[in-house]
């Protein structure tokens, strides 16, 4: 989710989905690195944060994080 969208406010996007009980994984990205800005997504409800520009390594990493299959004990 782009903190900064033209048109949308991603943090507003994020606490709209997430006070529906949503609960996908949510990425934001914004071009501010600063500790502020991942403070207020992570408050807002996203589970992490990357800064632009994002390399194709660090959206691998995202990925796999949040959407490689749960390993279940016993199986």
């Known amino acids: 989710m782009d903190v900064h969208m033209p048109f ?6 994020i ?23 991942q403070s207020i997504s992570l408050q ?3 589970d ?5 520009p994002v390399g194709r390594q660090s959206v691998e990493q995202m990925l796999l994080k ?3 299959p749960v390993k279940h004990p016993g199986l």
Request: with cysteine; charged share 20%; glycine share 10%.
């Open 8 to 13: 949308c406010n991603g943090l507003e996007a």
């Open 15 to 37: 606490k709209g989905i997430r006070s529906r009980g949503i609960r996908v994984p949510i990425v934001s990205l914004s071009a501010s690195s600063s500790l502020n800005e």
């Open 44 to 46: 807002a409800g996203a």
């Open 48 to 52: 992490d944060f990357l800064t632009k």
């Open 66 to 68: 949040y959407l490689a």
